[in-house]
C-alpha cells in the first residue's frame, strides 16, 4: 500500500471510531471514494487495533479498575463497582462475539460490503440510526451515571453493539443511543460505549493479528504497523475533542452529518 492511502485509513478509522457516525462505514467508503483500492480487513484490523491503545490511554483510571475488578470478580465481591465493571464488560461484549462469529461464517460480512449493495445498507443505516441518536439525546431523561449501570443495562447495551455489525450503524453511535434511552447522561453513555470498545476491539485484533502472522506477508505487517500508529494518534485526539464537546453540548452535529451522508449516499444508489 502506499503511505497516502495508509495515512488516509489511519486518519478515518482513528477519528471516526469513536465518534457517532461509524468507522466501518467510512473505511468503506474511502476506496470509493478516493478510488484507491480496499485496503482490505487486515490493514482495517490494524487501524482498530491503534484505536484500540488510544481509548485504554485515554480512560486508564477506568481499565484500571476493570483490570482489579476481575480478580474481585473471580472471588464473588459483586459488591464492588470495579468488579461489576469488569463483569458488565465481559457481559456486555458476548452478543458481538456471537453475532461476528455467525457473521464470519456465513460470509455476511463480505456479502454486505460488496460495492453492489454497501451504498445501499450504509445510506439506510447511517440515516435511520442517525434518527434515533437524535431521539435517544433530545427526548428521554438523562440523569444516570456511570455507576449506576445495572446488568439489565449493559445486556441491552451488549445487544445494541452486535446490531453495529451491519456497515452504517456506527457502535460508538448505538451504543450511546442505548445508554441515553436507558437514561444515561451523555458522558456516562459516552464512557460505557468506548470501554464496551476495548474488550471488542481485543477480540478482533487477536484474530486479525494471526491472520498477519500466518500469511507470512511481512510488507502487510509493516503497513499495519504504520497504520496502527497512525490511528493511535489520531484517536486520541478525537476521543479528548469529542468527551469535551459532549460534556456541555449535544449529539445534534454528529447527527446532521448521518442525516446528510445517508441522504447523499441513498440518492447515489438510487439514481
Known amino acids: 500500500m502506499s503511505l497516502f492511502h495508509l495515512i488516509l485509513v489511519a486518519l478515518v478509522q482513528g477519528i471516526t471510531e469513536f465518534l457517532p457516525i461509524s468507522s ?4 468503506i467508503l474511502a476506496p ?18 491503534g484505536t484500540l491503545f488510544a481509548v485504554l490511554l485515554a480512560f486508564r483510571k477506568e481499565v484500571a479498575e476493570a ?16 468488579a461489576r465493571l469488569a463483569l458488565f464488560l465481559i457481559v456486555g461484549t458476548i452478543p458481538v462475539i456471537i453475532v461476528g462469529l455467525i457473521f464470519s461464517k456465513l460470509d455476511i460480512m ?3 460490503r460488496d460495492s453492489s449493495r454497501a451504498l445501499t445498507i450504509i445510506g439506510w443505516t447511517t440515516l435511520i440510526f442517525g434518527i434515533l441518536l437524535y431521539i435517544a439525546d433530545k427526548f428521554t431523561a438523562q440523569t444516570r451515571e456511570l455507576k449506576e449501570i445495572t446488568m439489565k443495562d449493559t445486556i441491552l447495551v451488549g445487544l445494541a453493539q452486535a446490531v453495529a455489525l451491519i456497515p452504517g450503524t456506527s457502535r460508538s453511535g448505538i451504543t450511546m443511543t442505548a445508554g441515553r434511552f436507558l437514561g444515561l447522561d451523555r458522558t ?11 474488550p471488542t476491539i481485543i477480540a478482533a485484533g487477536a484474530l486479525g493479528t494471526k491472520d498477519i502472522i500466518d500469511s507470512g506477508n511481512m510488507q502487510l505487517g509493516a503497513d499495519a504497523l504504520i497504520a496502527a500508529v497512525l490511528s493511535f494518534i489520531a484517536a486520541l485526539i478525537a476521543i479528548k475533542l469529542f468527551m469535551r464537546w459532549i460534556a456541555s453540548a449535544s449529539m445534534t452535529p454528529f447527527v446532521i452529518y448521518r442525516l446528510a451522508l445517508g441522504v447523499i449516499l441513498l440518492w447515489i444508489a438510487y439514481t
Open 24 to 27: 466501518s462505514a467510512h473505511l
Open 32 to 49: 470509493m471514494v478516493t478510488g484507491q483500492p480496499d485496503q482490505g480487513p487486515m490493514i482495517d484490523m490494524a487501524v482498530h487495533v
Open 67 to 82: 483490570f482489579f475488578g476481575f480478580f474481585h470478580l473471580l472471588r464473588g465481591r459483586t459488591d464492588r463497582w470495579d
Open 110 to 112: 463480505d456479502w454486505m
Open 188 to 198: 456516562s453513555a459516552a464512557r460505557f460505549s468506548m470501554l464496551m470498545a476495548i
